[in-house]
């Protein structure tokens, strides 16, 4: 009967989200689901075999420390949004370092596409019962050569109209995942079996370390920042922190419920959470795989054309944007026979960090050089405190395994 409901919430939500006339036609809507998708993506699957391996019963708390910290960014990038935006094409030390920025997020691209197919590659094999680095290499470059041919050939607006299925089909599975753990704990409590498993929860400076590489699980707000062809400012700022809510609430329930399958021996796998979930509904495991492939693929076309736009932006536009996409190619291709998936996480959260290390710079020289923002000389000071942060993630996270 579980698993009849998990179905039924599941498919109720994802056509709801995909076909409502009401939000295809809501602007808030569309500005707040943008970087909710993003940060829901990839993070959602990864984040709690991940946390239980490194820090144990701490997961709940360590999810807590990150997701203040991308708020804090968030800040930040909602600052430049209202304070920066205006002036972004004038001539001075806040466009330099936005600049700079904006190539930092370029390559933050390139690695993350290469982290999500390769998640995507991890999940198709273990749909299939199959472990195979090899194979799983074989299938991302594959996936990569079909992307950025067809970017190359025709561009990537076909393959971007799969994201709004996608993101409703990944909500709606996380709907239906977030209510069988419900349920779940609650029949353990009913009868008298909920108990936390033992693992060793010490913290050292490994650890540490490890959780500042998991940035890239609470990425992705700070595509609001470049929607303003789509979205006035003030909705951008509005709905990024409604984005930025929404999903600390959801990965602070999730682990919490996620806690009593945590279990001694997981290792760093990304892909265990489809193994963690099967006690809990036979159909869950086969949902996650669904849903984990639709969105890291169309994860991937996404920041593809975030990439190639950047790209021949920052050239200028004195190239073409097949161009472009051919060096994405390259790149990613070489990223994915150098790296596994546990060490591209780490490279995408530094690569991210970095960006935002940027980021929070301008929103720091901004404030201070602006005596008409309330307490500048206060902003500033938090910014650049933001900023260091930031910056030691850069420097000092490391993959999980």
Same mark, same amino acid.
């Given at each position: 009967m579980l698993n009849f409901y998990i179905i039924a919430i599941a498919l109720v939500i994802t056509l709801f989200l995909a076909f409502s006339r009401k939000l295809a036609h809501s602007e808030s809507w569309k500005a707040t689901v943008t970087p909710l998708a993003s940060i829901m993506g990839s993070g959602f699957l990864v984040v709690a075999p991940l946390l239980a391996e490194s820090v144990g019963y701490f997961a709940v708390l360590c999810m807590g420390v990150l997701l203040i910290l991308a708020y804090a960014v968030g800040s930040a990038i909602r600052f430049n949004i209202r304070h920066f935006e205006p002036i972004e094409h004038q001539k001075g030390s806040a466009q330099a370092v936005s600049f700079v920025s904006r190539i930092v997020l370029a390559g933050a691209y390139f690695i993350s596409v290469t982290y999500y197919l390769q998640l995507l590659s991890a999940f198709l094999l273990k749909a299939f019962g199959y472990d195979s680095d090899f194979v799983a290499n074989i299938i991302t470059t594959l996936i990569l050569i079909l992307i950025c041919g067809v970017g190359m050939w025709r561009g990537l607006g076909e393959l971007e109209k799969i994201e709004t299925y996608a993101?409703?089909?990944?909500?709606?599975?996380?709907?239906?995942?977030?209510?069988?753990?419900?349920?779940?704990?609650?029949?353990?409590?009913?009868?008298?079996?909920?108990?936390?498993?033992?693992?060793?929860?010490?913290?050292?400076?490994?650890?540490?370390?490890?959780?500042?590489?998991?940035?890239?699980?609470?990425?992705?707000?700070?595509?609001?920042?470049?929607?303003?062809?789509?979205?006035?400012?003030?909705?951008?700022?509005?709905?990024?922190?409604?984005?930025?809510?929404?999903?600390?609430?959801?990965?602070?329930?999730?682990?919490?419920?996620?806690? !009593?399958?945590?279990?001694? %021996?997981? =290792?760093?796998? &990304?892909?265990? #959470?489809?193994?963690?979930?099967? $006690? *809990?509904?036979?159909?869950?495991?086969?949902?996650?795989?669904?849903?984990?492939?639709?969105?890291?693929?169309?994860?991937? !076309?996404?920041?593809?054309? %975030?990439? =190639?736009?950047? &790209?021949?932006? #920052?050239?200028?536009?004195?190239? $073409? *944007?097949?161009?472009?996409?051919?060096?994405?190619?390259?790149?990613?291709?070489?990223?994915?026979?150098?790296?596994?998936?546990?060490?591209?996480?780490?490279?995408?959260?530094?690569?991210?960090?970095?960006?935002?290390?940027?980021?929070?710079? *301008?929103?720091?020289?901004?404030?201070?050089?602006?005596?008409?923002?309330?307490?500048?000389?206060?902003?500033?000071?938090?910014?650049?405190?933001?900023s260091l942060l930031c910056l030691m993630v850069f420097l000092f996270g490391v993959p999980s395994a």
């Open positions: 993101v409703s089909l990944n909500l709606g599975m996380i709907a239906g995942l977030l209510f069988s753990l419900a349920v779940y704990n609650v029949q353990l409590l009913q009868s008298g079996q909920w108990h936390l498993p033992s693992l060793d929860s010490s913290i050292d400076l490994h650890d540490l370390r490890v959780l500042l590489g998991l940035l890239i699980v609470v990425q992705g707000f700070e595509t609001s920042r470049y929607l303003q062809s789509q979205h006035p400012a003030e909705l951008r700022i509005k709905t990024m922190r409604i984005a930025q809510w929404i999903s600390a609430a959801i990965y602070l329930v999730f682990l919490t419920l996620m806690t !009593v399958l945590f279990h001694k %021996g997981m =290792g760093a796998d &990304v892909t265990a #959470i489809t193994s963690m979930v099967a $006690p *809990v509904a036979v159909l869950l495991p086969i949902l996650i795989s669904v849903a984990a492939i639709g969105s890291q693929f169309s994860a991937s !076309v996404a920041d593809t054309s %975030g990439a =190639g736009g950047l &790209v021949v932006d #920052i050239a200028r536009e004195k190239i $073409p *944007v097949r161009y472009a996409y051919m060096l994405i190619l390259i790149v990613t291709i070489f990223l994915t026979w150098a790296t596994d998936v546990n060490g591209i996480i780490a490279y995408a959260s530094r690569a991210f960090a970095l960006f935002y290390t940027l980021q929070s710079a *301008v929103a720091a020289i901004v404030a201070m050089q602006s005596k008409s923002v309330e307490n500048h000389t206060q902003k500033a000071t938090f910014y650049s405190v933001i």
